[in-house]
């Protein structure tokens, strides 16, 4: 596997980065997780502006324009014959003392790792997932905005954890005032009276690459979207809930704490959803 670190392309091995890095002493720096389907990588442009936006709000000045960054993933690809998978673009606020100014690091350092991908298992697909709250709170925008895909994710870890302690793959985190915010790596929705409801960003939600394609894919059925906060009692009450990452794409979530939502199974607009997003996975995208 060749690694694209600093404009070099090096074999995994030789990938390395400093223990003086800040991406490691601090978690300071941003990444993207992005999709490549059939040679097509799933709206590059899309993470690449979500990518400059975070780095723009920890004031990281990336070290490279759009186009170079944009050139070097898809280059990261051919290099490892890669048409289907994963891809992570790392920036790292680089090199520095152990301090943590973030002023006395040289240059940032940017990694980017074309990989194989590891998805939810294929029968919550078609059965829905059993998903759980957890009492981790979403963190305050406030603190640290969720809208800035950081090196940070402690929050949403300590989120998986106690999932995955409450035996369930994923979990919805509420924000401190109560409200849902997301999931612990995806965004949610509701389908209510034959409306799709989900969390403003404002909520502390990621504002997801996948999720915005469900707001064309919306358009694109003709069904209603509103971004409402919604509580738990709008789960319990609603008749489909369906979650989105690039990790998961669209996945049905049919239970929440032991509770059936809806009828307990992957629901007819879920799987129009999920049935419109796979079909444009296929055409929309950055050729390799
Ligand atoms: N919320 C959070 C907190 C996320 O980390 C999403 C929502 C969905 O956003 P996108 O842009 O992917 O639709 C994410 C994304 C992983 C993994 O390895 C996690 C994400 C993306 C890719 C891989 O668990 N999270």
Same mark, same amino acid.
């Given at each position: 596997?060749?690694?694209?670190?600093?404009?070099?392309?090096?074999?995994?091995?030789?990938?390395?980065?400093? /223990?003086? #890095?800040? !991406? &490691?002493?601090?978690?300071?720096?941003?990444?993207?997780?992005?999709? $490549?389907?059939? +040679?097509? =990588?799933?709206?590059?442009?899309?993470?690449?502006?979500?990518?400059?936006?975070?780095?723009?709000?920890?004031?990281?000045?990336?070290?490279?324009?759009?186009?170079?960054?944009?050139?070097?993933?898809?280059?990261?690809?051919?290099?490892?014959?890669?048409?289907?998978?994963?891809?992570?673009?790392?920036?790292?606020?680089? /090199?520095? #003392?152990? !301090? &943590?100014?973030?002023?006395?690091?040289?240059?940032?350092?940017?990694? $980017?790792?074309? +990989?194989? =991908?590891?998805?939810?298992?294929?029968?919550?697909?078609?059965?829905?997932?059993?998903?759980?709250?957890?009492?981790?709170?979403?963190?305050?925008?406030?603190?640290?905005?969720?809208?800035?895909?950081?090196?940070?994710?402690?929050?949403?870890?300590?989120?998986?954890?106690?999932?995955?302690?409450?035996?369930?793959?994923?979990?919805?985190?509420?924000?401190?005032?109560?409200?849902?915010?997301?999931?612990?790596?995806?965004? $949610?929705?509701?389908?209510?009276?034959?409306?799709?409801?989900?969390?403003?960003?404002?909520?502390?939600?990621?504002?997801?690459?996948?999720?915005?394609?469900?707001?064309?894919?919306?358009?694109?059925?003709?069904?209603?979207?509103?971004?409402?906060?919604?509580?738990?009692?709008?789960?319990?009450?609603?008749?489909?809930?369906?979650?989105?990452?690039?990790?998961?794409?669209?996945?049905?979530?049919?239970?929440?704490?032991?509770?059936?939502?809806?009828?307990?199974?992957?629901?007819?607009?879920?799987?129009?959803?999920?049935?419109?997003?796979?079909?444009?996975?296929?055409?929309?995208?950055?050729?390799?």
């Amino acid at each position: 596997m060749k690694i694209y670190l600093d404009g070099k392309f090096v074999d995994a091995n030789d990938a390395k980065v400093s /223990v003086f #890095d800040h !991406g &490691l002493l601090y978690g300071d720096g941003v990444f993207e997780g992005i999709r $490549i389907y059939g +040679g097509n =990588i799933f709206r590059l442009e899309e993470h690449l502006e979500r990518l400059e936006y975070s780095a723009k709000a920890i004031l990281l000045q990336l070290p490279m324009p759009r186009a170079e960054l944009s050139a070097a993933t898809c280059e990261c690809c051919r290099q490892n014959n890669l048409t289907d998978g994963y891809i992570r673009l790392v920036v790292t606020r680089g /090199v520095g #003392d152990l !301090g &943590l100014s973030p002023w006395l690091c040289a240059k940032p350092t940017v990694f $980017i790792i074309a +990989g194989k =991908i590891s998805l939810y298992p294929a029968e919550h697909y078609e059965h829905g997932l059993s998903i759980v709250t957890v009492p981790t709170r979403r963190i305050n925008p406030a603190a640290l905005p969720p809208t800035i895909k950081s090196l940070n994710y402690l929050n949403n870890i300590l989120g998986k954890i106690e999932a995955r302690q409450a035996g369930a793959l994923e979990a919805i985190m509420l924000n401190d005032q109560g409200y849902v915010s997301e999931c612990t790596a995806d965004n $949610i929705f509701l389908v209510h009276k034959g409306e799709i409801l989900t969390p403003a960003s404002s909520q502390g939600a990621l504002k997801g690459v996948t999720r915005s394609a469900i707001l064309d894919i919306s358009q694109e059925l003709g069904l209603p979207l509103r971004e409402v906060n919604l509580t738990r009692y709008d789960v319990w009450i609603a008749d489909e809930c369906f979650l989105t990452g690039t990790g998961a794409e669209v996945i049905p979530a049919v239970k929440l704490d032991g509770r059936e939502i809806g009828t307990g199974k992957p629901g007819p607009v879920t799987r129009r959803v999920l049935e419109a997003f796979r079909r444009r996975v296929l055409v929309e995208g950055t050729r390799i």
